[in-house]
């Protein structure tokens, strides 16, 4: 079945260490995306990407890195730069990134200790 | 900057009512999207509908509708017959193309809809 892969589910982290984040798709899309889910905040954009090795900056990339080598890969870093990491991270894919569906994984809950 | 509004945080219904969400947004370009999406518990976001701007006829799908009014830049969801799957966050998403090859994609803060037995 097609569709999009985050992994982990679950991530706990001690401050101060990077972390990787996996996004994974066999949608054949183009665009990728990173979002950030808080209570009461909905979602933030942290890195969008439209084609290989072109990546933008969303609302909150302070903090993040990507990288987009492949185009059935999005991986997102959260670095030690990011002063709260605690969050449930969502990624999502799309056919044409201004008009089309987002298509989202299951998303990672990322925890620092 | 694009900015989306959902103003009613949480909202409940009873199975087999109607319940409108509300949502507006804020823009100043004139070729833009807006989807509703569905986050059921299991977290798993999947989109309700889809608006295209330039389309004057409110989009459908099944018991899932749309009112758009894009002069009062308002786009409201209406679920009619109201089932127990439909426990879920709703957001409203607003897509627009900004030039130079960049686009805008805002979601609100969602509005937490309970189907009550």
């Known amino acids: 079945d097609g569709g999009i892969t985050q992994s982990p589910k679950y991530l706990f982290r001690k401050e101060g260490q990077n972390v990787t984040l996996s996004c994974e798709q066999n949608?054949?899309?183009?665009?990728m995306y990173w979002y950030r889910q808080d209570p009461g905040q909905g979602l933030r954009l942290i890195y969008y990407?439209?084609?290989?090795?072109?990546?933008q900056k969303g609302d909150i990339a302070e903090g993040y890195s990507v990288s987009r080598e492949k185009k059935e890969s999005f991986p997102l870093t959260v670095t030690s730069a990011q002063k709260n990491p605690t969050a449930f991270y969502l990624c999502?894919?799309?056919?044409?990134?201004?008009?089309?569906?987002?298509?989202f994984g299951e998303g990672s809950r990322l925890t620092v200790l | 900057a694009q900015t989306v509004t959902q103003s009613q945080p949480e909202m409940s219904v009873q199975e087999a009512e109607t319940v409108t969400l509300s949502c507006t947004y804020d823009?100043?370009?004139?070729?833009?999207?807006l989807f509703w999406y569905k986050q059921p518990p299991s977290r798993q976001m999947i989109l309700v509908i889809r608006?295209?701007?330039?389309?004057?006829q409110n989009a459908t799908e099944n018991r899932f509708s749309v009112n758009f009014q894009k002069a009062a830049k308002s786009f409201s969801l209406k679920i009619s017959d109201s089932q127990l799957g439909d426990t879920a966050m709703y957001f409203c998403?607003?897509?627009?193309?900004?030039?130079?090859?960049?686009?805008?994609?805002?979601f609100g803060k969602g509005t937490k809809l309970s189907v009550i037995p």
């Open positions: 999502a894919s799309s056919i044409f990134g201004y008009t089309g569906e987002l298509f």
């Open positions: 608006q295209e701007a330039y389309k004057q």
């Open positions: 949608l054949n899309h183009d665009a």
């Open positions: 998403a607003f897509i627009a193309y900004s030039g130079a090859g960049s686009y805008q994609l805002t």
């Open positions: 990407s439209q084609i290989v090795n072109d990546f």
């Open positions: 823009t100043s370009e004139s070729n833009y999207y």
